[in-house]
């Protein structure tokens, strides 16, 4: 297969191409911006591949889509590219509105306009393979699960713009017969994960003994899955899924924040002690919530594991204790981004509006 992988240098795009390249015999095109969450640097492992090629570009500018849709030629679109931090989309919804929504339509148009211009078995072979979150359907109480059928009930500017260019693609799907899937995912964590998110920032700034912000008390709960897994789930779906279907892919994993974050000093701990032979949980500290923080989500993935047999393949407890150690042998990749762009500060307070 041809695959064109929009977002492909982010944390997701980048383990599944990676992926591609290692594991399989197709041929990928990364198709990215490069804004403030790309790194080339997580695509190092693919770019010694024949089978790999890179191309910037935005998915506003239906142009530069056009000419990479006809230069390359792909069986599949994977489509990754995103902004995807909510407590950015609390500072400055616009950027989301502008590529999770419009840079989706553009997406959906250009591939419709390629799609028409395929021979009848290159039509039937096609798929617009859409990424997305859990964080669609809202958040839920103390109980039950999201299903596939889940009513939409977004919270967040973030996730109301993925809600959006999920509606959108279902539209094409189902008014132009362009042949759709839809994943909805919970929250992922692993290797090459942007330093602004929990599970990252937490390592980084226990190692450089820095407080760890915790949200309110910590008791919001996510179902965390390790992005390896999510990238196999991906390969699953797009090679093997029912054109107009979605499925829901989860980690069975849920846990409180709180939990997470203590899970990840006691890992520390073990691999690198403190200086001062305390624990890394005494920098712990409780900061004001999120505004809007959903309480909790949690995925049913009891359709992809019925329908294409995929289910995760490392439990929590494995899945952090190789991302810990991850970060602890690839400084190099996370001080760079804290040198140039990000250097762990609170984002989202909403403050002045
Ligand atoms: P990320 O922020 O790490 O990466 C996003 C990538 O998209 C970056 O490489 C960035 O340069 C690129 N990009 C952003 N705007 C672009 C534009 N206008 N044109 C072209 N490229 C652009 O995100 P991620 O965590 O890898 O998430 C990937 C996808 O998966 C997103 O659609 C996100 O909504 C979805 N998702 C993420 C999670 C999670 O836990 N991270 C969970 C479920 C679904």
């Not at 506003?60 to 889509?65: E, F, H, L, N, R």
């Not at 996730?159 to 132009?176: E, F, I, N, P, Q």
Request: glycine content about 10%; hydrophobic content about 40%; overall charge negative.
């Amino acid at each position: 297969m041809r695959i064109l992988v929009t977002g492909g240098a982010g944390f997701i795009g980048s383990a599944l191409v990676r992926r591609l390249i290692e594991h399989t015999d197709h041929e990928v095109v990364v198709f990215d911006k490069l804004t403030y969450a790309g790194n080339l640097s997580s695509l190092m492992s693919a770019q010694a591949s024949a089978r790999y090629s890179f191309v910037q570009g935005d998915i506003c500018d239906a142009g530069a889509v056009a000419n990479a849709l006809a230069a390359f030629k792909p069986d599949v679109v994977a489509h990754l590219a995103a902004e995807s931090h909510v407590d950015r989309s609390i500072d400055g919804p616009g950027a989301f509105i502008q590529t999770n929504v419009v840079g989706t339509f553009v997406m959906l148009n250009q591939s419709l306009a390629y799609w028409r211009g395929m021979d009848e078995a290159g039509k039937a072979a096609f798929r617009f393979h859409h990424i997305s979150t859990d964080e669609v359907f809202g958040s839920l109480g103390e109980d039950g699960f999201f299903t596939e059928t889940t009513a939409y009930d977004p919270r967040s500017p973030y996730s109301a713009s993925k809600a959006g260019s999920d509606h959108l693609v279902r539209a094409w799907g189902h008014t132009y017969g362009l042949p759709v899937l839809v994943t909805n995912c919970s929250n992922n964590y692993g290797p090459y994960h942007f330093p602004e998110k929990l599970i990252p920032l937490i390592i980084i700034r226990a190692l450089n003994g820095e407080q760890l912000p915790v949200y309110g008390d910590g008791s919001n709960v996510r179902d965390w899955l390790f992005v390896d897994d999510h990238a196999r789930a991906l390969q699953a779906v797009f090679e093997r899924g029912a054109p107009g279907e979605t499925y829901n892919v989860g980690g069975n994993a849920e846990r409180k924040n709180i939990e997470v974050v203590r899970a990840i000093c006691g890992i520390l701990d073990t691999l690198q002690p403190r200086a001062d032979g305390k624990a890394y949980a005494d920098q712990i500290t409780y900061v004001t919530d999120r505004p809007g923080h959903d309480h909790r989500y949690a995925i049913d993935a009891s359709k992809i594991r019925a329908a294409l047999g995929w289910e995760p393949s490392v439990t929590f407890e494995q899945g952090i204790e190789q991302t810990v150690r991850w970060y602890l042998e690839n400084q190099d990749w996370w001080q760079e981004i804290l040198d140039g762009r990000y250097a762990t500060q609170r984002l989202g307070v909403a403050v002045n509006g």
